[in-house]
C-alpha cells in the first residue's frame, strides 16, 4: 500500500463509503447485512421492513430480484451470495427500488475479509445508461431506415428512367413515324391520340421518377437538385420559388445532402398546400461551420401550438426525425395570416468528424 504526505486511507475510505455515487451494503458470512451507506439506503425501501428483517441472513432477497446470468436474463440460481468464490466482479443486477419498482443495476461483489467472511456489493444505477443506449439503438435504426428507403427510391428511379421510360420513348418514336406513312384519315387520328397519350405518361413518369429520387442530387448536388425541383414546383403549382445558395462547399455528405433536399422538398410541398402563396423564398447558405436552409412564406400560416395541424401532421414531425440524424436543429416559426419560417441548421464540423470516426 502507497500513501503519501500524511494521506489517511481510512478516513478516505469513510468518504467514499458516504459520499459516492454507488450503493454499499456489506454482509457478513451469514449474508446477514451490517451496514449500508446512504445511497442504498435511498434506494431501497427500508422503511418497509422491520430491524428483525434486516438482520435476518439474506435481508437481500427483499430488494434482490435476480441477476443476469450467463443462462438467463433474471435469475437466482447460483446467487452471488452462496456462491462468493464465482467471479462476480462485474454483473448485473435487478433491485426493487423506493420510487421507480424493480430497475437494473451494475453490481460487484467482493469477499474483502476473509479471516471474518465480510463481503461488500456495490450496485449503480445504469438506467440513464439503458435510455441512452436505447435512444442511441433507436437513432441508429432510423438512420438505416431512411438509408434503406433512400436507396430502395433511388433503385426505383433509376429503373423508371432508364427502363420503362426509354421504352416509351421509343414508342412514341415508333408511332411519330407511323403518321407519315399512307394512313387513312381514321388511324391519323387513332395515331395523334395514342401520341398524346403515351407523351403525357412519359411525363408522369419522368415526374414519379424526380420525386423518387433526383439523379441530379446524386451526381450534382444539392444546389442543382434545388434548382431543378423549384423549376418543376413552377411548372406545376404556378409558385415562383425565389432561391439563393451561397455554398462554400460543392459537395457533402450523401447523408446530409439528403436530409437537407428531403425537408427543403416537404416544405415547399406543405407551402403548396395550405400557405396560399403564389411566391416562396429559399435561402441555403454556410455560417459558422453550419449548414441553414430556410424556407419563407408569406401565406395563411398556422398556430404551431394547436392540437390539431392542417393535413396529417406526418410532414413536421418526419422534418425533424431527419434533422435529429445529422445532429441538425429545426424551428419552425408561423402565426395564422402572418406565414410560415422553416430553418434548418447542421453542425458540419460535428458531422465530418462522425464521418472520419466509421
Request: with cysteine; hydrophobic share 40%.
Amino acid at each position: 500500500m502507497i500513501c503519501h504526505n500524511g494521506f489517511q486511507l481510512n478516513e478516505a475510505m469513510m468518504n467514499l463509503y458516504h459520499n459516492s455515487s454507488a450503493g454499499i451494503l456489506f454482509f457478513d458470512q451469514d449474508s446477514q447485512l451490517l451496514a449500508i451507506n446512504p445511497v442504498a439506503e435511498s434506494l431501497l425501501d427500508l422503511d418497509s421492513m422491520d430491524c428483525t428483517q434486516l438482520r435476518q441472513s439474506q435481508s437481500i432477497c427483499h430488494f434482490c430480484k435476480g441477476f443476469t446470468s450467463e443462462e438467463e436474463q433474471q435469475t437466482c440460481l447460483k446467487c452471488y451470495l452462496k456462491e462468493p468464490n464465482q467471479n462476480f466482479s462485474s454483473f448485473q443486477i435487478y433491485l426493487q427500488t423506493k420510487k421507480d419498482g424493480v430497475l437494473p443495476f451494475t453490481a460487484s461483489f467482493t469477499l474483502i475479509d476473509e479471516e471474518n467472511g465480510i463481503s461488500v456489493l456495490t450496485v449503480l444505477d445504469v438506467t440513464k445508461q439503458y435510455k441512452t443506449r436505447e435512444m442511441l439503438y433507436e437513432r441508429n435504426r432510423m438512420k438505416n431506415v431512411i438509408k434503406a428507403q433512400e436507396n430502395e427510391r433511388k433503385r426505383i428511379s433509376r429503373d423508371l428512367h432508364d427502363g420503362v421510360a426509354q421504352e416509351l420513348l421509343s414508342t412514341l418514336v415508333d408511332i411519330r413515324l407511323l403518321k407519315y406513312m399512307n394512313l387513312d384519315e381514321d388511324v391519323q387520328g387513332k395515331l395523334k391520340q395514342t401520341e398524346t397519350a403515351l407523351s403525357r405518361i412519359l411525363d408522369d413518369i419522368r415526374n414519379i421518377s424526380v420525386e423518387l429520387r433526383p439523379a441530379a442530387l446524386d451526381d450534382l448536388g444539392l444546389e442543382a437538385a434545388f434548382r431543378s425541383h423549384f423549376k418543376w414546383v413552377e411548372n406545376n403549382y404556378g409558385i415562383v420559388v425565389l432561391f439563393t445558395s451561397a455554398l462554400s462547399a460543392a459537395r457533402y455528405s450523401n447523408e446530409i445532402e439528403t436530409v437537407v433536399y428531403r425537408i427543403g422538398q416537404e416544405a415547399i410541398l406543405n407551402a403548396t398546400k395550405y400557405a396560399d402563396v403564389d411566391q416562396i423564398e429559399v435561402n441555403l447558405f454556410e455560417e459558422n461551420e453550419k449548414l441553414h436552409l430556410i424556407v419563407k412564406d408569406e401565406g395563411t400560416g398556422f398556430d404551431v401550438n394547436a392540437i390539431e395541424v392542417k393535413g396529417t401532421g406526418l410532414g413536421l414531425y418526419g422534418m425533424r426525425e431527419r434533422a435529429e440524424l445529422v445532429n441538425g436543429n429545426l424551428t419552425v416559426k408561423s402565426e395564422v395570416e402572418k406565414g410560415t419560417a422553416i430553418q434548418l441548421s447542421i453542425p458540419l464540423f460535428l458531422n465530418q468528424t462522425e464521418e472520419e470516426m466509421k
